[in-house]
């Protein structure tokens, strides 16, 4: 049977002028003789993280793979929930992240400190899981990142932070190089027929490039103390609603 992707959480593609949002994708895969989880996402996931592996009848302790896309602080930080499993991280994010002068601002210090208490192997090349999954080497967005090909299917980290970056082909930051991160974005396109990015919905690569999945989002603001809270609720009515970016 085929390895199966469920999304603990889809990122989102959003800016605020107050905050960054560190809203990223986090994703298990249940393969034959694997249990994979792909991204950990920030600290601030902790206990809803924790719940969703419990409703999704997942004990971290069962987890045979941490998948890191890369080392960012919206990215890695709860890989420490599976105590057992290989993490697998790119040297080139480690050897970054240990510089004193090449870590960039995104990686905390801590992380890789954090990191070498676990199962941590580092790659330095591709490798194949199993037939049909693989880690590909996706640098640009920092020199290190990854991703993990599940047949036709990518969970590309930030490599494609979302849909918007594989129509206009403009990558949102690229510590690791933005010639590096543009060819990184081609060669993530031209292997995959869905891709499952790192701050978006999953998308058809296509063309046209189009979501396979709704939305939903609430956000709730405290804007008074003694009085009634403000939510804001998005959505789209349907599936493709504003699934097509234009001029695709």
């Known amino acids: ?16 002028d107050k905050f960054l949002f560190g809203t990223s994708t986090v994703a298990v895969v249940r393969a034959a003789r694997e249990l994979i989880i792909f991204d950990t ?26 998948v890191l896309s890369h080392l960012h602080w919206d990215n890695a930080a709860n890989a420490d929930l599976f105590g057992t499993a290989e993490v697998l991280v790119h040297r080139r994010e480690l050897e970054a992240a240990d510089s004193p002068t090449a870590r960039d601002w995104a990686v905390p210090e801590y992380t890789v400190r954090a990191l070498r208490r676990l199962r941590l192997h580092p790659v330095s090349a591709e490798i194949q899981l199993t037939p049909d999954m693989r880690i590909v080497e996706l640098p640009g967005h920092t020199s290190g990142s990854i991703g993990l090909l599940v047949g036709r299917r990518l969970l590309s980290g930030d490599a494609v932070g979302s849909a918007r970056e594989a ?16 060819a990184s974005l081609d060669k993530a396109l031209a292997m995959s027929e869905i891709i499952y990015p790192g701050h978006d919905r999953p998308f058809r690569v296509g063309p046209p490039i189009e979501y396979i999945s709704d939305y939903e989002l609430k956000i709730r603001l405290f804007i008074d103390p003694s009085g009634q809270d403000e939510e804001l609720h998005f959505g789209a009515a349907a599936a493709k609603s504003f699934a097509t970016w234009p001029g695709n």
């Open 167 to 182: 129509v206009t082909r403009q990558v949102a930051a690229c510590a690791g190089g933005e010639q590096d991160a543009l």
């Open 41 to 66: 996402g920030p600290y601030a996931y902790r206990p809803i993280l924790q719940g969703r592996l419990r409703r999704a009848g997942i004990d971290p302790s069962e987890v045979t793979k941490v």
């Open 1 to 16: 049977m085929s390895a199966e992707i469920e999304l603990l959480f889809t990122g989102l593609a959003a800016r605020a």
